[in-house]
């Protein structure tokens, strides 16, 4: 079946042909997860990789087996950052250029090849296509972006001395060593080694957990990496269960990047503090979305599907509450659930559908929490509110809840599913307070016809990313620009020259020429601090910097 070759769908539902089951019997011609996920592609991805024990990991879409894969023991993680440490030496030595140019090399290669990756994705998390393209929209963009910028980010710069003509200064970048990388499940190419293409431009070596249900991906692109010209060995991937891997990855690296859960990035803070070892964390959100009086009901509601339902809600970016000016609120909600139930659910390896599968029972398990208990306290469910076997084991409907008040965890709590909840307001003051009303601070999105307005409004935001006019990917994909979260949403930034430096340590190398910082010429202690108490003033005088 080519990408084009979508089954028919119906509203909330899928009216599937033979064949659309990932792992069902097929109609010669279509992809099944079995011919996808071939022993031989296993046993290529999983070369390298350090692993005493056996594990699996499994498709979202049925919940089977995709694929044995080798298990790490804190040994094998020893052992990795070893090999890695011992090749970052040679990788920092190569040419800037050359380390840049494997990221546009990738980028081709990416791009040429995507068919691949999107059958992955697809079967590693349960996304839809057009989802799962969003990732590879988002590495070649970072691929490309620090393809080119690489060299302006790390090119060392002059500043002005202590004394200006006498002293020289150069800031120097240098990378950090073997950066320790922690990366989700929900976004496993983009989250995965798009964090990574910056470490390694930088000189740096990487070696990497990724999630076991969804290191496929991972270690796909490691292998498009290496074929682009990254040497193999600063590449290494550790696989095995959080609590027993994540925590010697942290003890061995020299920087940690981590993207998941608040609650865990606090851990790997406290475990990277002991060691004095930095950290960037991308953690949850609750985000808000908020349609002013002036907005465009009907673009409004287009936005607020793809900013809600994306990947079933599984983006640490997505909107979970949705606060709409009372003047338009019933023209919004309309429209915005109207489309919501006119929605197509489906598992099928092709364009087509609007949702996916949540990933796994976990998941699912929260969204039905947060869906029956707001129910039972008073909230009104608008669009969705059940689960659907009759897809897949974990496919729930995108769902609207209005109605809802604090004491129900939906309100507060991250959901991480494709539920979200809509809250009336009068003022813009108002809409403002109770957007930035929790602890969480990582996107927002703001719809007005007024630009300025919009700009206004987002300023005021305690929130990493604000997208006016769209909901989460206008700033995720402006790859110049830094993009995290403030408050408990996390620390540091990925994209822009944030992105990158985070990666490195500045050194200061300060060049005295022809006189000393001390006194001389024949001044004692108190002619030469008066000398540099004048020259202080004249430099203040010059606008000296």
């Known amino acids: 079946m080519t990408d084009s070759q979508a089954p028919e769908k119906t509203g909330l539902g899928v009216a599937e042909t033979t064949g659309t089951n990932p792992l069902a019997p097929s109609p010669a011609g279509a992809r099944t997860a079995a011919g996808v996920v071939t022993p031989e592609l296993v046993a290529q991805l999983t070369k390298g ?87 590879v929209q988002a590495v070649a963009v970072a691929a490309r972006h620090y393809g080119r910028r690489t060299p302006a980010y790390l090119r060392p710069k002059r500043h002005t001395g202590a004394v200006p003509a006498l002293t020289k200064v150069t800031e120097l970048r240098h990378p950090r060593g073997v950066v320790g990388q922690i990366a989700p499940w929900n976004y496993p190419l983009e989250l995965s080694v798009g964090d990574a293409l910056p470490a390694f431009a930088a000189g740096n070596a990487v070696v990497m957990k990724p999630d076991t249900e969804t290191c496929l991906t991972a270690l796909w692109a490691r292998d498009l990496l290496i074929e682009a010209g990254l040497p193999a060995a600063v590449f290494q991937v550790v696989i095995g269960d959080g609590p027993v891997v994540g925590p010697e990855v942290v003890r061995h690296a020299d920087y940690v990047s981590f993207t998941g859960s608040t609650r865990t990035g606090r851990e790997v803070a406290e475990r990277a503090a002991a060691r ?108 969705g509110g059940v689960a659907r076997p009759d897809i897949g084991p974990y496919f729930f409907e995108p769902t609207i809840l209005d109605g809802v008040t604090e004491p129900m965890s939906v309100c507060t709590e991250e959901t991480f599913g494709p539920v979200v909840s809509v809250y009336r307001f009068t003022t813009e003051e108002e809409a403002i307070t109770r957007a930035n009303a929790t602890p969480y601070g990582l996107n927002a999105s703001v719809w007005t016809k007024d630009a300025r307005r919009g700009r206004e409004v987002a300023a005021r935001l305690r929130t990493g990313t604000v997208n006016i006019n769209e909901g989460y990917a206008s700033a995720y994909g402006s790859a110049q620009s830094p993009m995290g979260g403030m408050k408990d949403s996390g620390l540091g930034r990925r994209h822009g020259s944030e992105g990158i430096l985070k990666y490195t340590e500045a050194q200061t190398v300060a060049h005295q020429r022809l006189l000393p910082m001390a006194p001389s010429l024949g001044m004692d202690d108190e002619r030469y601090a008066a000398f540099m108490s004048r020259s202080l003033r004249l430099m203040k005088a010059f606008r000296f910097r």
């Open 276 to 383: 004095l070892v930095g950290v960037s964390l991308e953690l949850g959100g609750k985000n808000a979305m908020l349609v002013l009086e002036d907005a465009d009901a009907d673009k409004a509601a287009a936005g607020a599907v793809r900013a809600c339902f994306s990947s079933a809600g599984q983006l640490c970016i997505s909107i979970e509450r949705l606060y709409v000016h009372e003047s338009v609120a019933d023209a919004f909600l309309d429209r915005f659930a109207a489309r919501t139930r006119a929605m197509r659910l489906g598992t099928s390896l092709a364009y087509g559908a609007d949702m996916g599968s949540l990933v796994g029972e976990r998941q699912l398990e929260t969204v039905k929490r947060h869906v029956e208990e707001a129910v039972a306290k008073g909230a009104t469910v608008v669009a």
């Open 49 to 135: 990789v350090a692993g005493s024990g056996r594990t699996a990991n499994h498709t979202p879409f049925t919940g089977e087996k995709l694929a044995d894969l080798p298990e790490s023991t804190p040994e094998d993680v020893a052992r990795a950052f070893e090999a890695a440490r011992a090749a970052q030496a040679l990788w920092a030595r190569t040419p800037v250029r050359q380390r840049a140019a494997v990221l546009l090399r990738f980028h081709d290669l990416v791009l040429e090849r995507q068919a691949e990756i999107l059958d992955l994705i697809q079967l590693e998390t349960g996304k839809a296509r057009l989802h799962a393209h969003e990732e």
